[in-house]
């Protein structure tokens, strides 16, 4: 008797869950077998009493029998496309409704449904089919998003009077300053976070809400930023402006002036031709690629002194561009990226603490004695794609580099090494030059090189001298593809672990090719001029390491055998 009465309460609704019927690490209770202590909506799981979660269950009518305990509702990623009014306004307790991706229209979604939601604090109608926004949201709003819709216009109490409100998302919808009222954000003095990107917008709003730290307004049509739009925004740290259609008149000196917390700004893709005015000394990400700019001036940077980063690429900076000494007063700057201009030579009398010069793509043909003395701390340098040929890179040019530990050349003119190579490099990228030969004495004292490009210039065995590699005693990887070598170099390096010795004219792999490379791992041969039996079958003996070996390619598939004891089968390609 005992026993059926304790039965009986445990399968009373309400009652106690036996021990272990609960678990808080499992996160379906809804789908479990065992009944739950409250109500859940069919095809839905109910982890807590107050969350109800029917996330991508293809619902296209909104679920009835949701309890008004509910306070987490998730809807998402569903087919609904109308909320109904008598469903939605009975969930008084509801703090987060999450409607994201489905096909709400904004006839679907009733205004007065929300005059009940008096404790909802999180909104979630991205990705739906709105064209305009809810005329009133609930004034304990706290973020709102209605991103990625088809909304042309806000209303004054879509989100102002919402004292608690901090995030509000509208990208990606069609939205122009006539659907922006003056009043949008009254009352709403707590927002530090607008997005307004990939909208319709010609200026920039007015009345923006003076707590705001991050305001994204890229892709949009602004031409202007009037008088006084920024003047209130004393907390805004990051402003993104990219991708619209910004020129120098449609901005003054007074336009960033008042923002005084101001770190990151990014005016890249407008139609700029000079650097603004008036930049706040906070700012330390200037993003300004992509504009029409042909020379720095020195006043307008000499505001902005806590620069760390200037972002100059694919402008019009020609032999001017850059005067010397003007970025000189950026005593903080770490990163300058020039790259994409007309510049002809290096720019002189940089900062001295700067830490990286990016400078591909330009005109430079002189690399002189002191160009680079002015910059004793520099750790990357790229001069790729320039017109630097040997003769006018002087012996001495990277001497004062002793910080370097990245120098890329790639893409100039160069048919030697460059002398004087700083002896803390880690990379260095020669490729697509026209080097006929390597010598010692270039790469004598680079014990600490790891990494190696020569590929693609016309170098042969036989023009390779002999200890070439002596001294490379950290090189891992060695790319010497699309060359012109007929067998594999002798005496490579014996740390090297990755060899690209692929689009040569190798025809035979010899038996004691790889003796002085013992921990390799991935060997490249594909389109040289291999055939079947070219590998030597004692090649790889040693190799216990190897994993990688690429043969596609050429004229014949190649066998590749390695010893049984190597941990892994290469990969062994044929045509």
Aim: hydrophobic share 40%; glycine share 6%; charged share 20%.
């Amino acid at each position: 008797m005992q026993l059926s009465l304790l039965l009986l309460l445990l399968l009373l609704p309400g009652s106690p869950a036996a021990p272990g019927m609960e678990d808080a690490a499992f996160p379906h209770l809804g789908e479990s077998s065992q009944p739950l202590p409250w109500a859940c909506p069919p095809r839905c799981s109910c982890p807590r009493a107050d969350m109800v979660d029917c996330d991508g269950r293809d619902l296209r009518v909104f679920p009835n029998n949701i309890t008004r305990a509910a306070q987490h509702l998730s809807l998402q990623n569903n087919q609904l496309q109308e909320l109904p009014y008598n469903e939605l306004s009975r969930l008084s307790d509801l703090r987060t409704l999450n409607l994201h991706n489905n096909l709400i229209s904004s006839e679907g979604l009733p205004d007065e449904a929300f005059e009940s939601l008096t404790q909802l604090q999180h909104i979630y109608v991205a990705h739906n089919k709105l064209s305009v926004a809810p005329q009133f949201l609930p004034r304990s709003l706290r973020v709102a998003d209605l991103a990625a819709n088809q909304v042309t216009e806000i209303f004054p109490l879509t989100f102002g009077e919402k004292p608690a409100l901090r995030s509000v998302y509208l990208h990606n919808n069609q939205l122009s300053n006539a659907g922006l009222p003056a009043d949008a954000f009254h009352g709403s003095e707590a927002v530090t976070t607008l997005s307004l990107s990939n909208n319709q917008l010609s200026y920039l709003p007015p009345s923006l809400p003076p707590s705001l730290e991050r305001l994204h307004l890229q892709n949009n049509l602004i031409a202007k930023v009037p008088r006084g739009a920024l003047s209130r925004q004393t907390h805004l740290r990051e402003l993104y402006l990219q991708h619209n259609q910004l020129t120098d008149s449609g901005l003054d000196a007074t336009t960033f002036s008042k923002l005084h917390r101001l770190e990151y700004l990014d005016l890249s893709h407008n139609q700029l031709a000079a650097v603004p005015a008036g930049l706040p000394r906070t700012l330390a990400v200037l993003h300004l690629g992509r504009n029409r700019i042909r020379q720095v001036e020195a006043d307008r940077l000499r505001g902005a002194r806590g620069l760390r980063y200037l972002l100059l690429q694919h402008n019009s900076l020609g032999a001017a561009g850059l005067p010397a000494g003007v970025l000189r007063p950026l005593r903080g700057l770490h990163t300058l990226h020039v790259y994409g201009n007309g510049l002809e030579r290096v720019p002189l009398a940089l900062p001295r603490r700067l830490r990286s010069l990016v400078l591909p793509h330009n005109r430079v043909a002189v690399l002189g004695a002191r160009d680079l003395t002015s910059t004793p701390g520099l750790a990357e340098l790229n001069l790729a794609y320039n017109r630097l040929a040997s003769a006018r890179v002087h012996r001495r040019a990277f001497r004062a580099l002793r910080a370097l530990r990245s120098l890329d050349l790639t893409g100039n003119q160069l048919t030697r090494l460059p002398s004087g190579l700083p002896i803390g490099l880690h990379t260095l990228r020669l490729q697509r030059n026209q080097l006929r030969a390597l010598e010692p004495e270039p790469l004598a004292g680079l014990d600490q090189l790891r990494e190696l490009s020569l590929a693609h210039n016309r170098l042969r065995v036989g023009d390779i001298g002999p200890g070439t590699w002596h001294e490379l005693q950290a090189l891992q990887v060695l790319d010497l593809s699309h060359n012109e070598l007929s067998f594999v170099p002798p005496d490579l390096p014996a740390a090297l672990e990755e060899l690209h010795l692929q689009s040569n004219r190798i025809s035979h792999v010899g038996p004691e090719a790889f003796l002085s490379t013992p921990g390799l791992r991935a060997l490249f041969l594909r389109a040289n001029r291999l055939h079947m039996t070219s590998i030597a079958p004692e090649a790889f003996l040693g190799l216990l390491h190897l994993h990688v070996v690429d043969t596609t390619g050429n004229p014949e598939q190649v066998l590749v055998q390695l010893p049984p004891t190597a941990p892994r089968r290469p990969r062994a390609w044929g045509p």
